[in-house]
């Protein structure tokens, strides 16, 4: 029966995580993704898209087609027509 303990014994002492292991790699995890953090929030502080990217054509096609599909009979609105209104001189 002793020998059987033993074997059981060597054997789950053989299978265990070295905890000194265990504790680098668990570091070496925590280094990385406080590394991969850091770029990251370097990356947040840029820019997307340079100063008046907005008031490109390409931004404001959808807000005029809407403009002019709101002139089209039986589609007016109140607040098309204002936005469309010329200023008097």
Not at 2 to 29: G, L
Not at 63 to 74: H, I, K, Q, S, T
Request: aromatic share 8%; hydrophobic share 35%; with cysteine.
């Amino acid at each position: 029966m002793a020998f059987i303990m033993e074997f059981t014994e060597n054997w789950i002492r053989r299978s265990m995580e070295d905890p000194e292991e265990r504790d680098r790699k668990f570091r070496e995890h925590v280094q990385t993704t406080k590394a991969k953090c850091e770029v990251l929030k370097q990356q947040w502080a840029q820019p997307v898209k340079q100063y008046g990217s907005w008031n490109s054509d390409k931004n404001n096609h959808k807000f005029l087609m809407d403009l002019r599909m709101g002139r089209v009979p039986g589609r007016t609105d109140p607040i098309v027509e204002t936005a469309l209104a010329q200023p008097r001189s």
